[in-house]
């Protein structure tokens, strides 16, 4: 229960939040080929849940010990080994610590947090799609602190950000659900939601994983899901609504935020 309701949390957060220039393939740097070499080590097993699990521990107790203690163990094996998926996960790691600062009424902390992860994620070289999807969100997420006079460029950024991630891998979802969630989240004058709606069903058409590993990325679909579903009630599109509510509900049936969405249909 302290997990489902903590997703709801981050929901809150990343509710918060052109064209593709050309890329040169030959130097992204592949995951699978890094797994091989990294693997061993055994911190990198279960990364994911083990970085929400230390934002669960930190928020239900009002210290950030769990995430410091896993950020400098992060931070001991980058310098060991220094590879971009090591770096990913610290840069995602940032993201959590972000959300943490902002929960305890610490914004200022807050934003250098994600803008830490922002400008790792940016000076990382031979950067492949799971890297760019992650920038991406993490610029995103970064406006909600406001950035004044630099907010379009930031949004402008995050777009061809999560479009490189597309172009490097047209099968990751994280890439799509960014990209959508940028669109989503841009008010119409700005030219925002007319792209969620074709990127949210793409997202949730993927696979979560190409080939299950605990070392790498799952995160994405249930959020596009969520996102999906407020969409079509914004649109009082009622049985676009219902269709997908079922989907993901069945797909995550603990998913706080997908249930929480239940009282909106009741009678559509």
Same mark, same amino acid.
């Given at each position: 229960?302290?997990?489902?309701?903590?997703?709801?949390?981050?929901?809150? =957060?990343?509710?918060?939040?052109?064209?593709?220039?050309?890329?040169?393939?030959?130097?992204?740097?592949?995951?699978?080929?890094?797994?091989?070499?990294?693997?061993?080590?055994?911190?990198?097993?279960?990364?994911?849940?083990?970085?929400?699990?230390?934002?669960?521990?930190?928020?239900?107790?009002?210290?950030?010990?769990?995430?410091?203690?896993?950020?400098?163990?992060?931070?001991?094996?980058?310098?060991?080994?220094?590879?971009?998926?090591?770096?990913?996960?610290?840069?995602?790691?940032?993201?959590?610590?972000?959300?943490?600062?902002?929960?305890?009424?610490?914004?200022?902390?807050?934003?250098? &947090?994600?803008?830490?992860?922002?400008?790792?994620? &940016?000076?990382?070289?031979?950067?492949?799609?799971?890297?760019?999807?992650?920038?991406?969100?993490?610029?995103?997420?970064?406006?909600?602190?406001?950035?004044?006079?630099?907010?379009?460029?930031?949004?402008?950024?995050?777009?061809?950000?999560?479009?490189?991630?597309?172009?490097?891998?047209?099968?990751?979802?994280?890439?799509?659900?960014?990209?959508?969630?940028?669109?989503?989240?841009?008010?119409?004058?700005?030219?925002?939601?007319?792209?969620?709606? &074709?990127?949210?069903?793409?997202?949730?058409?993927?696979?979560?994983?190409?080939?299950?590993?605990? =070392?790498?990325?799952?995160?994405?679909?249930?959020?596009?899901? &969520?996102?999906?579903?407020?969409?079509?009630?914004?649109?009082?599109?009622?049985?676009?609504?219902?269709?997908?509510?079922?989907?993901?509900?069945?797909? =995550?049936?603990?998913?706080?935020?997908?249930?929480?969405?239940?009282?909106?249909?009741?009678?559509?």
């Amino acid at each position: 229960m302290r997990r489902i309701l903590l997703l709801f949390v981050v929901s809150l =957060f990343l509710a918060c939040r052109g064209n593709t220039s050309k890329i040169d393939l030959t130097h992204v740097v592949s995951y699978q080929l890094q797994l091989k070499e990294i693997q061993s080590d055994s911190l990198l097993l279960g990364i994911q849940d083990q970085i929400f699990d230390a934002f669960v521990q930190s928020l239900m107790t009002k210290d950030n010990k769990p995430l410091e203690k896993l950020a400098l163990e992060l931070e001991t094996l980058n310098r060991e080994k220094q590879h971009n998926l090591i770096l990913y996960w610290r840069s995602y790691l940032q993201f959590y610590s972000s959300i943490y600062y902002q929960q305890v009424g610490d914004k200022k902390t807050a934003e250098k &947090e994600v803008e830490k992860g922002i400008d790792w994620l &940016e000076s990382m070289e031979n950067k492949n799609s799971e890297d760019y999807a992650l920038l991406a969100m993490l610029q995103s997420y970064s406006l909600s602190f406001g950035k004044g006079m630099r907010a379009p460029a930031i949004s402008k950024a995050a777009r061809k950000n999560a479009k490189h991630a597309m172009a490097i891998d047209s099968m990751n979802l994280r890439a799509y659900y960014v990209y959508a969630s940028i669109d989503f989240h841009t008010p119409a004058k700005y030219g925002g939601g007319k792209e969620a709606e &074709e990127y949210l069903l793409k997202a949730i058409s993927l696979p979560s994983q190409k080939v299950k590993n605990e =070392f790498l990325p799952s995160w994405g679909k249930e959020q596009a899901y &969520e996102m999906l579903i407020k969409l079509y009630i914004k649109k009082e599109d009622w049985e676009s609504a219902k269709k997908y509510y079922q989907e993901g509900i069945e797909k =995550f049936p603990e998913s706080y935020t997908i249930n929480k969405l239940a009282s909106k249909l009741v009678g559509k």
